[in-house]
């Protein structure tokens, strides 16, 4: 059975840092592995997708990695904004999306 | 629709009272995924339409819960017989194709229903 695991669970920085969000799977049959972004009291809001061919996807400040060999995934968010404070959810795709618990993320100015 | 539309935005009902929820996914999108959100957790797989039939339902947690997509746009989630333990976010998705299909296709969340089973 798929298990992901995300580390860490949350995380408290001061705007302007570089972070480094974690995402680990146990079966490396994948087809994609997707980041999304959930605000409280909202859906989840796409960031990246990494197709299993790839070894990562760019967006703006966001950067995703993926490994299916070592079954893990980073997400790289440079210069750390307030606005960033969310919860951070790595999921991955055989044929559906199972989801990591996700990183909590809160930015202060 | 220009996003996937979830309503109510919020449900209260009474331990033993049935409630259903309803999704209206992106326009087109034939690939429909409800998710049943503890809170602090991350979402978890209930059920899976494509168009109208109904292809996964491995993740129903009991018979109490039933999904529809009759006419394959709108979806409502049926919970019979409400439980303390139903208390969730429940949340769909849409996307063109199966995810699986085609390797760069993404889900689109709605906002979510949050049932509180008193």
């Known amino acids: 059975k798929q298990e992901v695991t995300q580390i860490p669970a949350a995380l408290s920085v001061p705007e302007g840092e570089n972070l480094v969000l974690n995402c680990s799977f146990t079966d490396s049959a994948i087809y994609n592995l997707q980041w999304f972004r959930q605000d409280p009291g909202k859906g989840l809001t796409s960031l990246l997708l990494i197709q299993s061919s790839q070894r990562e996807q760019t967006s703006g400040r966001l950067n995703a990695s993926l490994d299916k060999s070592s079954g893990r995934s980073t997400l790289y968010i440079a210069a750390s904004q307030p606005g960033d404070s969310a919860t951070y959810l790595c999921a991955v795709i055989p044929d559906k999306l199972i989801f990591g618990t996700g990183t909590r993320l809160q930015v202060f100015p | 629709g220009a996003g996937v539309s979830q309503s109510p935005r919020y449900k209260v009902a009474k331990r033993g009272q049935d409630v259903a929820l309803r999704c209206d996914p992106i326009s087109g999108h034939v690939s429909l995924f409800w998710y049943q959100q503890a809170l602090g957790q991350g979402p978890e797989f209930l059920t899976y339409f494509q168009n109208e039939a109904q292809l996964d339902k491995s993740g129903l947690p009991s018979d109490r819960f039933f999904a529809e997509r009759p006419e394959g746009s709108v979806s409502t989630l049926k919970i019979q017989r409400t439980q303390q333990e139903d208390s969730a976010v429940y949340l769909c998705?849409?996307?063109?194709?199966?995810?699986?299909?085609?390797?760069?296709?993404?889900?689109?969340f709605g906002s979510g229903t949050q049932l509180s089973v008193l």
């Open positions: 998705a849409s996307s063109l194709e199966r995810p699986a299909v085609t390797t760069n296709e993404k889900l689109f």
